[in-house]
């Protein structure tokens, strides 16, 4: 009786492991599953997921199945096979785990909302007819920021901050004020947003420590008032992007506790990149003086054929091409923007590789692919990828340059900053002007140098891939003050 029981445990506990133990089968991709049961590679990948997911390549290959925390992820980095992803939104849905990110990190529940209707009204507000709308907004707060930041100190006088907070801020406040047109005190809801956006990997990762944890909690509440309609201090106009888009989800069906909590998505979103891009991409102006002397040329260029004189940033950046400015803008994103793009399999299916494999997924899996590292660092498509080359997107003829390849093949992703297909980033356009006036502006009116001529750009935070834009570890201290005249540059 008691040798029956025990066999029959036995049997049980045998069962369960392999239940549990997944083994790879012949047609799926190389299985890694971590030595930790369950957890697997999770700790490894929150730290450093670049550094990871290298190592995972140099082990496996282009397409490898990992286990992190209960989850099977397989990655997917060749360049050449991301549309058999991409193309495929039937089988491979992107909804599921962007809301389970939406409830972690915004406490955000849109279940009536139709993916489909939001991208739509997204594309009504950031692109077409508005673009130019907008973009003209940002260039007046813009001026009018910089202006007013300067307006309490002696012209001449050098001051002296961190690049990375200058920009952040900058672009933040012109940004809030475009979109939310809103009057009130934009540095208020700055300083909490950055205290929300340094929180947010652990809270994506759900890995925040007791304090960590309230502090996120206050600065999630704090924001959605300061973001409300009916704070005190806002006064939004009727015609603006915020009522717009609170008329819409209304429309859907969303309650006024999800509509205002829905803000603090969409300031993130519109928010959090522009402000690091552009710091990286006057760091590397800054440490690589023959492309800071590049592109001096060019403005310089630029101002001498605005006979009016007046010459806005915004007009004559509509007027008047920038082969160089743009090459250092995709060179600067390419190093430094590390989207994740991420599908849960809803099906089994067969995914249809470039070089003609074909693997099977399970479903329930997730696919994920991570253009950082390939296309982007691949050192088969860019050569040396860890250096700034300001012309590696410039042909001679100083036209875009955009033929790359691997394997011998043409390549339709070399650089993907925009993520790709039905999530690529709606606000590009408005994104890559609000980033060219910006260095535009700050390159004719201010002064601006490192504090120490010899400083390196500080290291990236590890924690932070898979989330978009970079962000420094440490900043860079620059002095600067208003010039004199525009003209001397
Ligand atoms: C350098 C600047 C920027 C970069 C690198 C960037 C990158 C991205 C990426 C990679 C995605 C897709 C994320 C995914 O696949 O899940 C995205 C989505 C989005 N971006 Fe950007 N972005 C930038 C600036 C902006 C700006 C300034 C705006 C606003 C005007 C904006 C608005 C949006 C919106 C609304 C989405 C969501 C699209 C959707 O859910 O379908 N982005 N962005
Ligand atoms: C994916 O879709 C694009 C555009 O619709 C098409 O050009 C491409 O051939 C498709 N690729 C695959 C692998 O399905
Ligand atoms: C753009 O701005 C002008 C003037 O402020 C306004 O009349 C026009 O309706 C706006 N267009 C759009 C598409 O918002
Ligand atoms: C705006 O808020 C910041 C930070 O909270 C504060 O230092 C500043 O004095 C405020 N300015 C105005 C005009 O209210």
């Known amino acids: 009786m008691l040798w029956t029981l025990l066999l029959l445990l036995n049997g049980l506990l045998i069962l369960v492991l392999l239940y549990y133990s997944r083994t790879r089968q012949n047609n799926e991709p190389p299985l890694d599953k971590g030595f930790i049961p369950w957890l697997g590679h999770a700790l490894e990948f929150g730290k450093d997921a670049a550094k990871f997911l290298a190592r995972m390549k140099d082990r496996h290959g282009d397409i490898f199945t990992v286990r992190v925390a209960g989850h099977y992820v397989t990655v ?4 050449n096979s991301f549309d058999a992803v991409m193309n495929d939104t039937v089988l491979l849905d992107f ?3 962007r809301n389970l990110l939406m409830k972690r990190i915004f406490s955000l529940q849109l279940p009536s909302l139709k993916p489909k209707a939001e991208r739509k009204w997204m594309e009504q507000h950031f692109q077409g007819v508005s673009l130019s709308n907008l973009s003209s907004s940002m260039n007046t707060h813009l001026q009018n920021l910089l202006l007013s930041d300067h307006k309490d100190c002696n012209p001449s006088e050098w001051r002296q901050d961190g690049l990375f907070d200058l920009c952040y801020s900058l672009l933040f406040r012109a940004g809030y004020r475009t979109l939310f047109e809103r009057r009130d005190n934009a540095s208020a809801v700055y300083k909490e947003f950055r205290k929300f956006d340094n929180l947010l990997a652990k809270l994506a990762r759900c890995s925040l420590k007791r304090g960590e944890s309230k502090t996120a909690n206050s600065c999630r509440v704090r924001l959605w008032e300061l973001l409300s309609p009916n704070c005190l201090s806002g006064g939004s106009g009727s ?13 859907e069906g969303v309650d006024a506790e999800m509509q205002n909590r829905a803000l603090l998505l969409q300031l993130w979103t519109t928010q959090c990149n522009a402000g690091p891009a552009a710091f990286w991409l006057l760091g590397f102006l800054l440490t690589h003086p023959e492309a800071m002397d590049a592109v001096k040329t060019e403005i310089r ?3 001498l054929r605005d006979t009016t004189l007046q010459h806005s940033p915004i007009t004559l950046l509509e007027a008047h091409s920038t082969p160089v400015l743009d090459s250092v803008l995709s060179e600067t994103l390419r190093l430094t923007a590390a989207v994740m793009i991420s599908r849960e399999v809803v099906q089994d299916k067969s995914l249809h590789m470039a070089s003609g494999q074909d693997y099977h997924l399970r479903k329930g899996d997730r696919v994920c692919l991570f253009p950082f590292l390939s296309p982007q660092l691949d050192p088969q498509i860019h050569q040396e990828p860890q250096i700034f080359k300001y012309d590696r997107f410039l042909n001679d003829d100083m036209t875009v340059k955009d ?3 691997k394997d011998g093949k043409m390549l339709k ?3 993907m900053p925009w993520g790709a297909g039905s999530s690529i980033c709606v606000g590009k356009e408005f994104a890559v002007t609000a980033i060219k006036q910006f260095v535009f502006l700050l390159l004719t009116s201010l002064d601006l140098e490192m504090c120490d001529p010899e400083a390196k750009l500080p290291p990236v ?4 891939y898979g989330f978009g834009m970079l962000q420094p570890d440490g900043d860079l201290q620059v002095r600067f003050r208003l010039k004199r ?3 001397e540059m």
């Open 301 to 303: 260029g630029l101002t």
């Open 403 to 405: 033929k790359f390849y």
């Open 485 to 487: 005249t525009l003209r």
């Open 95 to 97: 909804t599921r785990s």
């Open 413 to 415: 992703y070399y650089t």
């Open 239 to 251: 015609n603006s992007w915020q009522q717009s888009y609170h008329d819409f989800l209304q429309e």
């Open 461 to 464: 935070n590890p924690s932070r």
């Open 76 to 79: 997917l980095l060749d360049p």
